[in-house]
């Protein structure tokens, strides 16, 4: 569950744990996403430091969750931001991070996952939560 330290991701992965699922929470807020696992339990959860905008940090996080649970068969990408501003103080680099997390965080969302479960990976369910490319201003 990428993005799953805090609302609808959060949320998600409740139900799943609920449902009997192992969830692997991945997202950049560390001292929420180790909060949600203590509610959760253990054994039902793991949390992982993930930038979904960064390769190094998608291999880290799929070698773990290898590691602790086997092959990844499910992926929600629903790690995701809104910029906020009056239009005249956005700027590019702020209109990059909304691309590159909302846009670049999720291909290729089958792609994600080791050498060995990538073929897996590939008929595994990969779910998207609908977010907005743009920014809102
Ligand atoms: N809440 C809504 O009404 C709504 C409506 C449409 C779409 N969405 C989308 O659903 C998703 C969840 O929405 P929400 O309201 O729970 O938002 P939220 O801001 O509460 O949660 C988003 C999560 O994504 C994480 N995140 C941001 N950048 C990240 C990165 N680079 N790597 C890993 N994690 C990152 C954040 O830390 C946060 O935990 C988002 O993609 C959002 O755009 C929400």
Redesign the pocket.
């Known amino acids: 569950m990428?993005?799953?330290?805090?609302?609808?991701?959060?949320?998600h992965a409740r139900r799943l744990v609920a449902e009997d699922a192992k969830v692997v929470i991945?997202?950049?807020?560390v001292k929420?996403?180790q909060a949600l696992v203590e509610e959760l339990g253990a054994r039902n959860a793991l949390f992982v430091e993930?930038?979904?905008?960064?390769e190094v940090?998608w291999t880290a996080a799929v070698a773990r969750t290898e590691e602790v649970y086997g092959k990844v068969t499910g992926l929600v990408n629903?790690?995701?931001?809104?910029h906020r501003c009056p239009i005249e103080e956005l700027t590019e680099a702020d209109y990059r991070r909304v691309i590159?997390?909302?846009e670049i965080?999720v291909f290729p969302a089958p792609r994600r996952g080791s050498a060995t479960s990538s073929r897996r990976a590939r008929r595994s369910p990969a779910a998207r939560?609908?977010?907005?490319t743009s920014p809102v201003c």
């Open positions: 990428t993005g799953g330290a805090r609302g609808l991701g959060a949320a991945g997202d950049v807020l929420e996403g993930l930038d979904v905008t960064s940090s629903n790690a995701g931001l809104v590159d997390v909302n965080g939560t609908g977010t907005r």
